[in-house]
């Protein structure tokens, strides 16, 4: 479990945050509040704001549902700048970088079933990179070499992990031939030139992994601010897999104040979308979300 003392973020310059939805489903009360918290901080920076759409997870994706996201966005008035980025278009980028990494022996392929992890504690150790001859297929894990174990939130502060999950070999290729979401999305944030990320909290051990990579692959890595997240009951995020309640495509305001109420900022009593995220933008003030990593929603919210 991460562990975050408070501190406040200042501005960069050339600011480029995003927003990366799975195409799981629709968006939900807490999508709304990772994408309208990392929009108002984009925009309150006077930078970018891209969108992503993180489609490299067939199984788990809904015919239609990046459509329905697109059109979401836009009945909210939460418009993107440049081309929207499919991580679909992108796997010829990630297999090559993947080639390169095990061929410099900085990855390697792993045979091991979850079984035989939780047989190890339930921290993979890392026979397979002894192993002689070595694996030609499988997983891919990298040789975690680096094993970062702390970082600094923005809105957090300092972040300290389990040494032993950071010290972890652990993998950028699935077993069925899947791109991993860790090698995805740094590949992706370094790609688009992200200076941010902003998501939820349930992210937070993650950037740790992804401070691995960033430094691995020789490329800076962003800042990092995670939101609370929205809970309907102690450590039960909503989501998709929960069967969240998506948002009214049709009456945004109502859940556009709700959100910015969340995350501690001033409401808009305006009933007109541009008006009230402009009026958000320029109310915007970090030191307003609160500092901690989960919220519950009240009963029926």
């Known amino acids: 479990m991460a562990k975050a003392v408070a501190s406040q973020a200042t501005g960069a310059e050339a600011y480029i945050g995003r927003f990366a939805p799975s195409p799981s489903g629709p968006l939900h009360f807490g999508s709304l509040i990772a994408a309208l918290g990392s929009f108002l901080r ?3 920076n006077q930078g970018k704001w891209l969108v992503r759409i993180e489609d490299i997870d067939p199984p788990r994706e809904v015919i239609g549902a990046s459509d329905l996201i697109l059109k979401t966005l836009d009945a909210y008035g939460l418009q993107w700048d440049d081309a929207v980025l499919y991580q679909s278009d992108r796997l010829g980028a990630y297999q090559a970088q993947l080639d390169a990494l095990v061929q410099q022996d900085k990855a390697y392929f792993c045979q091991c079933t979850r079984k035989q992890i939780q047989a190890m504690g339930g921290t993979y150790d890392g026979r397979c990179s002894a192993r002689m001859p070595k694996h030609t297929e499988g997983a891919i894990r990298i040789h975690n070499t680096l094993a970062i174990d702390h970082f600094n939130d923005e809105l957090l502060g300092p972040i300290q992990v389990e040494p032993d999950f950071a010290a972890e070999d652990f993998i950028i290729k699935r077993r069925d031939g899947l791109y991993a979401y860790q090698l995805a999305v740094v590949m992706d944030d370094a790609f688009q030139g992200i200076t941010e990320v902003v998501r939820g909290a349930d992210l937070l051990t993650s950037s740790a992994r992804q401070a691995t990579l960033f430094e691995l692959f ?21 989501s998709k897999q929960n ?29 007109q979308v541009e008006i009230m995220l402009a009026q958000a933008i320029s ?19």
Do not use: V, Y
Not at 218 to 238: I, N, S
Not at 286 to 301: F, N, S, V
């Open 218 to 238: 020789g490329e800076t890595a962003p800042k990092w601010l995670h939101l609370p997240l929205a809970c309907a009951q102690p450590g039960m995020k909503l």
């Open 42 to 44: 984009a925009r309150a």
């Open 283 to 301: 109310q915007f003030d970090l030191k307003r979300i609160p500092c901690q990593q989960e919220i519950l929603l009240p009963q029926g919210a």
């Open 243 to 271: 069967h969240a309640p998506a948002i009214d495509i049709e009456a945004p305001q109502a859940s556009i104040n709700a959100a910015l109420a969340f995350l501690g900022q001033a409401p808009c009593d305006i009933d």
